[in-house]
């Protein structure tokens, strides 16, 4: 309805197979995956040297950034936090906003 189209995962390995063969406008990272989660998706980005031309916004259902989450935040591609379940209008606002940049 809104004019996106979304594409999902349900593990990290083949998330991050796809990131690095296709190019995302923003990406939507769980961080509570399990096995290769969010955190091991952000480090093998920012290993290979391509976390900066993404456009991440971290899910987590903590309310409030921990350490891990936090630190990933101060890290260039990584654009914001948000709290589970996700607001759909705090979301399209934050999408839209990540696309402009």
Not at 13 to 24: E, G, N, Q, R
Not at 33 to 46: P, T
Not at 63 to 91: C, M, Q, R, Y
Request: aromatic content about 4%.
């Amino acid at each position: 309805m809104q004019g996106i189209d979304v594409t999902t995962f349900n593990d990290g390995k083949t998330a991050l197979s796809t990131i690095l063969k296709d190019k995302f406008d923003v990406i939507l990272l769980d961080m509570a995956m399990s096995g290769f989660n969010g955190v091991d998706i952000i480090n093998e980005l920012e290993k290979i040297n391509i976390l900066e031309q993404q456009k991440i916004i971290i899910l987590s259902a903590s309310s409030a950034p921990d350490g891990t989450i936090s630190s990933l935040l101060n890290k260039k591609g990584v654009h914001t936090f948000l709290e589970k379940p996700v607001n759909l209008k705090d979301l399209l606002d934050i999408v839209s906003r990540s696309e402009e940049h």
